[in-house]
């Protein structure tokens, strides 16, 4: 059973602690949702530490490879997930004031018991594209279009194959 990281946030970022892990995929019930396999791990560092101004930050770095479904043809895409950020930690009252606008770093709740990899999800899940597709001429949906006006772009080496 693969146990969860609780971090209390802001000690992990004063004291400039570190992890650096993988995590199945499976853990991710949300990313799982639009996955086409639950294979795979996540590799991620979390970095604690202070910002120029001596505020509690978080870097997070992301690397992973997953199978997004198309939204096309509905069949496999690989999709290499790539992510670097820095997360500002921030009370109630701190997030309620910040201007966004002004802010170079997107601001997170600190929390005692913050769970590392539900914070993880959340960030895949901001990145990632909202109706992820095949390139055209690698999907399948695209092909069958171009079967039906005769100009499979495939047609030449079907030939080939039955000669
Ligand atoms: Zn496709």
Redesign the pocket.
Known sequence: MYARPRIDSLDFARNGRRISAQVPFAELPRLQELLDSPLGFLDYILQGGMDHLGRPILDVSLHGSCQLR?Q??L?A?DYAIQLEMRLLLCDQAGLDELDDDEEEFDAILADEHMDVVALLEDEILLGLPIAP??ETGS????EGKYSQDGRHPFAALEKLKHN
Do not use: F, S
């Open positions: 198309c096309r043809c069949g895409l597709r095949h999907c399948q949906a695209a």
